[in-house]
């Protein structure tokens, strides 16, 4: 049930990073981890943190660096290029073995796709 919620959201939750749009991230900034991933990374601290994206500020709930599977997300959250993620072979669907959570309502800022948000989600990374 928990997992199919997850994919639910995931499923338009497309580019995170990788196969669905290039990356605007310099090269070598996101990681590539072999299994077995890290737990919850612990870099959720809810401290509100203002990013300027375009011409606007905007309050972020929670800024994601370092291991992003195993993770809540919740509000506003941007996450940025430096990032640790599920190595893949063929098919981007790296958050496909993850226990990443995601409440309902969420937005999402991907700075790997030109600092985009995201709303539903997207099926590339499920």
């Known amino acids: 049930m928990r997992s ?4 639910k959201w995931i499923m338009p939750f497309c580019w995170v990073v990788g196969a669905c749009t290039s990356s605007t991230c310099p090269p070598d900034t996101i990681k590539y981890l072999a299994q077995p991933y890290p737990p919850d990374s612990g870099n959720l601290e809810q401290t509100v943190e203002i990013i300027e994206i375009g011409r ?3 309050t972020f709930d ?3 660096s370092g291991p992003l599977c195993n993770n809540s997300l919740s509000g506003v959250v941007y996450i940025t290029c430096d990032i640790q993620i599920p190595a893949w ?3 981007s669907t790296f958050l496909k073995d993850c226990d990443l959570e995601i409440a309902e309502g969420t937005v999402i800022y991907v700075e790997a796709h030109g600092d985009q948000p995201y709303y539903e989600g997207c099926s590339c990374h499920e």
Not at 4 to 7: A, D, E, G, T, W
């Open 62 to 64: 929670q800024v994601i």
């Open 56 to 58: 606007q500020e905007i």
């Open 89 to 91: 072979e063929e098919e």
């Open 4 to 7: 199919s919620r997850v994919l």
